[in-house]
């Protein structure tokens, strides 16, 4: 089940599970996936705040937001208005992009980060493409791209409600607004990383084909406090594949 909680004049829809420390979830472009089990293997260890983001999931999505700079003030907000103290970040995908951009501004409520397979940054030339675009590719050659095996990501859209159809569109919709151009990443962000002291996990499926160990052994050699780690059988959402590992991992690098 979801809330519904207002955020700088925002409404978002909220999922909350479990107790002791904050860990605040920031999803990737593909949504919040609340039924998979991640959420509950989460849970068990922290409560788990995790917003949709707006134009996601029947959150609201405003005509004048439109960068991704809006959502990390946005979630300083929800971060503030939820009293969190020492929470852990967790972002994947673009919402790994969003976590830094909140860390980047502000890291004062959060002990550490973890940033799992993000989009944001641009390392190489102008040229070179570090972040797959799966948008780009057929449908068979996304899904092998994004996950070690597609069948774990197969979702029949035909036995699924117009409502729930509307939301998917929708939120593909707010992904285009907030990361098409440039694709995924925030030409300045790299020049900041520096800024993120906040101890950080940087973490990737070993079969991830949307961003590679050298686009993550980047981010590393710009954060001040990192490590890097990989989780076997999974790919580029290894929170829906290997939810008991991610989990694991996270309580092991940030104590619940």
Not at 32 to 43: I, K, M, V, Y
Not at 105 to 117: C, P
């Amino acid at each position: 089940m979801s809330e519904s909680v207002t955020i700088a004049g925002v409404d978002l829809r909220v999922v909350e599970r479990g107790s002791g420390r904050p860990l605040l979830f920031l999803h990737s472009g593909e949504g919040l996936e609340p039924q998979r089990p991640w959420l509950d293997a989460l849970a068990r260890h922290y409560r788990v705040i995790a917003p949709n983001h707006p134009g996601w999931g029947g959150s609201a999505l405003p005509a004048w937001m439109s960068g991704v700079d809006d959502l990390a003030y946005l979630y300083l907000d929800l971060a503030a208005a939820f009293e969190m103290r020492d929470a852990v970040i967790v972002g994947n995908s673009f919402g790994g992009w969003v976590a830094a951009e909140v860390l980047v501004r502000d890291a004062s409520r959060f002990g550490a980060a973890v940033l799992a397979s993000p989009f944001g940054c641009k390392f190489g030339g102008r040229t070179t493409r570090e972040i797959a675009d799966t948008h780009a590719m057929d449908h068979a050659k996304a899904m092998a791209a994004a996950w070690a095996d597609p069948a774990r990501g197969a979702v029949d859209l035909t036995a699924k409600p117009e409502a729930e159809l509307a939301q998917i569109a929708q939120g593909r919709e707010a992904l285009a607004l907030f990361g098409w151009k440039p694709y995924m990443h925030n030409p300045r962000l790299k020049n900041w990383l520096h800024r993120i002291a906040t101890p950080t996990l940087l973490l990737r499926g070993e079969r991830d084909g949307v961003v590679g160990q050298a686009y993550l052994q980047n981010w590393a050699d710009r954060l001040p406090n990192p490590r890097l780690e990989a989780i076997a059988d999974a790919g580029h959402y290894p929170q829906w594949e290997q939810p008991e590992a991610f989990a694991a991992r996270i309580a092991a690098f940030a104590k619940p």
